[in-house]
Structure formats: C-alpha cells, structure tokens
C-alpha cells in the first residue's frame, strides 16, 4: 500500500480530506454552485498529494456532494433532496420516531433467530437462548438514511413475521405482543461506514455516520429491544433544548423534559 510523507497509508488520507471537504459541505463553508479550490491547493492545504486529492473527491462525487467537470473545476452540488430529511429532538425522541416510521419506508435485509452477541445478551438481561436478530434499512422519498439491527427475545418476536417488520416500526409490534415498555436507556457516538453499510445507505466507504444505540426495558425490568443504529448525518439530526437553570454562581445548562409516551424506531 501507497503511503505519505508521513508513514500514513495514502487510502486513510484520502478518507481524512473527504470527510473534512464534506463537513465543510455540510456546514455551508461551500455552498452549491461555488467552486472547490483545485487539486494542487487542496494538496498543499492538506499536505498530502494530488493523488489523494483526487481519491477523496472522486468520493465525494459518489455521494453526489460535487460534480466534477473537465475545463470547469469541482462544482459544489445542491442536495439530492433539498427539504428531506429527519430531526427528532432528545427531548421528545420516541414520539418522534412514530412519526418518523409513519413517513419513511423500510427495506428488511436480514432475518433470523441467532444466539445473542455477548454484549447484546447483558445489555437485554436475557438468558441463553435464540433472539430474533433484523437488520433494515429505512428510505425517506426512496433514499436511504439509517441503517438498522435490531435484537428481540425469542418469546418476544415469535409474535410477528418479517413482513410486518418491513411494515410497521418495531416498538409497535412489541406493543402489540403484550410489552409494556417501561424505560429505554440511549448512547450517541460517531463511526464511519464498512463496506456493506456504504453500500446500504449509498455513501462512500469510510463516510462518517451518527451511531446510535438503544436499549428498551419492559415494566419487569427485562429487556425486549436491543438496536444499533447508523444514520448519515445529511438525512438525519438530532437537536437538544437547553434551559440556564440555578442560582447565582452554580448556573448551568439543563434539557428540557417533555412528559410523553410513544414508541418508534
């Protein structure tokens, strides 16, 4: 493998100006229509070589964020669906994703009964034994945003089919089998996306993706959902309000809590 001046195999730094060209994309730094600088200025802003430039914008340009145009440069593009996407707020998530499974569709790539992860298994409290493990892809207007795996008790899933799955939004079904959801427990983090993922959710490989994973609890204590979600950040935001809250002198900043039940995915 290729590697730069500084010992850095010349694929991870490809990656690296793609995603940093692309948070400048996304943050409007470039605007569509405007002209990226040309080859030899993006290699000497980066440090690397034309060559990884030239990796990272052919990237770019499959994720449709540029148009490159001989005689005319690196054109910035419009988004491919300038008024789609998603945002849900912390504060009132799971409502939110009702709504979000009555507006988007899902594609169900993979179904079985499997035995859980160890990870998986601690997290749902669950004994040995076989858990419905899916993985699918939810679409808004056609276009993937999010990519999801998700792990039921056997007990559980046995109370709806794949079909249903590809229909109606997971915590519904549960609902629907006798669950009492209780609580949910929720980490964000960041990853970039493996080659299967890419290709589900139409990025580049390597892209940087909003990680998300979820916990459902029933009133028992037990858990009855185990999700990992990936969604890409152009399709998909989450959004907090914050109140100042305290006295003088301890002052701080605190969510705002909307007392509320749904479920949703």
Not at 19 to 27: H, P, Q, S, V
Request: glycine share 8%.
């Amino acid at each position: 493998m290729a590697r730069s001046a500084t010992g850095q195999p010349e694929s991870g730094k490809a990656r690296r100006v793609y995603l940093m060209l692309r948070d400048e994309i996304l943050r409007g730094d470039h605007v569509p229509g405007d002209a990226l600088p040309g080859e030899l200025r993006l290699a000497d802003t980066f440090r690397v070589s034309r060559v990884t430039v030239r990796r990272a914008l052919e990237m770019l340009e499959f994720d449709g964020m540029i148009d490159r145009r001989a005689g005319s440069g690196t054109i910035v593009r419009p988004p491919l669906l300038p008024q789609t996407g998603i945002a849900a707020d912390f504060a009132s998530l799971m409502p939110q994703l009702v709504q979000m499974g009555q507006q988007t569709t899902a594609r169900l790539v993979e179904f079985s009964y499997v035995s859980p992860p160890a990870t998986v298994a601690e997290a749902l409290r669950h004994p040995i034994g076989k858990v419905q493990r899916a993985v699918r892809v939810r679409l808004i207007e056609g276009v993937p945003f999010s990519h999801l795996t998700t792990h039921v008790p056997g007990d559980i899933a046995q109370n709806f089919s794949e079909s249903d799955l590809a229909s109606i939004p997971l915590l519904r079904l549960l609902e629907r089998s006798g669950v009492e959801v209780d609580r949910a427990t929720q980490s964000i983090s960041a990853t970039l996306a493996t080659p299967d993922v890419a290709d589900a959710l139409q990025v580049a490989e390597g892209a940087a993706l909003i990680a998300l994973t979820r916990v459902v609890y029933d009133v028992a204590g037990r858990g009855v959902e185990h999700l990992s979600a990936l969604y890409r950040p152009d399709r998909f935001r989450l959004d907090m309000t914050l109140n100042r809250v305290g006295n003088d002198g301890d002052r701080k900043w605190a969510p705002v809590l909307v007392a509320s039940k749904g479920q949703g995915e």
